[in-house]
């Protein structure tokens, strides 16, 4: 195997030869850009590449950036100290396979990224990382890179920010990370600042001790404290107060905390993966978001692509989501899936299980086109109201008009136009309670106050 080391320090090129320079590797040294790029000249192939960030005429990203060009075959992996930790994260973006800190502390680590000669063993985790969370790999590019990116990070002791829209699946990358590092066996637990009063946020991450407030009776745990060992997701993060970010920084930075009417510290050890469907740098110019803990927080940012940005990978969600529900419809007609790829989806994926739950109820066998209705027709007004059917105040105020203008009025026609405004209407009220019950019919009926069969007339209406 050719392997090419490339730092300034003497010292790390004897380190390879001595550990490294047997039979079955050959060593190649560059100390610096020159030497590299004379290599590079030399037409030698190299299997996997040690890359130093930080070297006397060039920087290690640039080299990388090469490397990655002209042998995108060779694997790399960058060399770096601690301090240079935010180079190391965007060389794993630009295609590193991995980072490596200095001073090397595993020897035995480090041997095995040599050793290994191709993906399969980590392709298999990632998969089964995936399962498990239920994160459905995709045909997109960016939900490729993404799944790359979150898989590379998941090992390293790293606070991870994840952005996205609403309904684009957030939690589910943060589980999937939390799967990928191996903490399966370790709880997974999440706070949504977006969903908690101020006034029991405290409480709620980092617990409280007996008596310190009224209703307090015994001592209770925070999120913090459960999530020893594990994950914490911090979900909806920019709706968290400014005093809440105050108490977040100071976990963050001591990796300690109080509980509620505490004296003694209590060691925080959790894994911090924050989420957000908001812009934190706009937050931060208002004044809204603390540029301290977003600094904090967004050592690694990923972001979650709309899945308008994404339709081909529609198909396979469908697939998954149609195999989860409990429901005989496994089937789907092209022609809806058409349908579905021709839409905006502003509520992403949450709004694509809604759409495909109320579908299934809807269809006899297999889903096709027409039972595939989305929210208001898929028509959404400039003001947020939903023009849903004839009878709304504009077409009334129409109505009136025309009968003062025309000579000729149909007050049967109006008639008729107001009937068919009514199986609209509860159309559409049926077609909230089946999304809302997963498509179950008798829930959906209990919840109108309707029998089952009642239910059904109107759904053959």
């Not at 399962?131 to 939900?143: C, N, P, Q, T, V």
């Not at 005093?243 to 003694?264: C, D, H, I, M, P």
């Not at 924050?274 to 990923?302: I, P």
């Not at 004839?390 to 007050?411: A, C, M, R, V």
Request: proline letters at 2%.
């Amino acid at each position: 195997m050719n392997i090419l080391v490339v730092d300034d320090d003497r010292d790390i090129g004897d380190f390879f030869i001595y550990l490294l320079g047997t039979e079955h590797h050959a060593i190649h040294i560059a100390r610096n850009g020159k030497e590299f790029h004379q290599l590079m000249l030399s037409w030698e192939k190299f299997d996997i590449a040690f890359i130093d960030i930080k070297l006397p005429d060039t920087n290690g990203l640039r080299l990388l950036k090469e490397i990655r060009l002209q042998q995108p075959g060779c694997r790399c992996i960058v060399m770096t100290g601690y301090s240079t930790i935010e180079s190391a994260v965007e060389a794993i973006k630009l295609g590193a396979e991995d980072y490596i800190e200095k001073p090397f502390e595993n020897i035995a680590l480090l041997e095995e990224k040599v050793n290994r000669k191709d993906n399969v063993e980590h392709t298999n985790a990632v998969e089964q990382a995936a399962k498990k969370s239920g994160m459905i790999i995709g045909e997109s590019k960016a939900m490729q890179e993404l799944l790359r990116l979150a898989s590379r990070f998941a090992t390293k002791p790293l606070t991870i920010l994840i952005d996205g829209e609403t309904g684009s699946g957030k939690e589910v990358v943060a589980r999937f990370i939390h799967e990928a590092a191996g903490e399966k066996e370790r709880p997974f637990l999440g706070i949504n600042f977006g969903a908690l009063p101020e006034n029991v946020i405290e409480s709620e991450l980092f617990g409280h001790e007996a008596g310190a407030f009224t209703g307090a009776q015994k001592i209770r745990k925070g999120f913090f404290e459960m999530a020893k060992g594990g994950t914490l997701l911090l979900d909806e993060i920019g709706e968290a107060s400014l005093a809440t970010q105050v108490k977040l920084l100071r976990v963050l930075e001591s990796k300690e905390f109080f509980r509620v009417g505490g004296e003694r510290s209590v060691k925080s050890s959790a894994r911090i993966i924050a989420a957000t469907n908001r812009s934190l740098h706009e937050s931060v110019e208002t004044g809204k978001f603390r540029e301290d803990l977003l600094y904090r927080l967004e050592v690694v940012r990923l972001t979650v692509p709309p899945l308008r940005e994404r339709k081909e990978d529609i198909p396979r969600l469908v697939e998954a989501m149609l195999q989860k529900e409990e429901t005989e419809i496994k089937r789907i007609s092209n022609e809806a899936l058409e349908k579905l790829q021709n839409y905006l989806w502003p509520g992403n994926i949450r709004e694509l299980a809604n759409v495909l739950a109320r579908a299934c109820a809807h269809a006899e066998d297999q889903i096709g086109a027409e039972h595939i209705l989305f929210h208001g027709n898929g028509k959404i007004l400039a003001d947020g109201a939903e023009e849903s059917g004839p009878i709304s105040n504009k077409w009334l105020t129409g109505q009136k008009n025309q009968l003062g203008e025309e000579d000729y009025f149909s007050l049967d026609k109006m008639v008729d136009d107001l009937r068919s405004a009514e199986k609209i209407a509860v159309q559409q009220v049926i077609d909230h309670a089946l999304m809302i019950t997963r498509g179950n019919r008798q829930k959906a009926a209990e919840r109108l106050g309707v029998n089952t069969r009642k239910l059904r007339y109107w759904l053959n209406e």
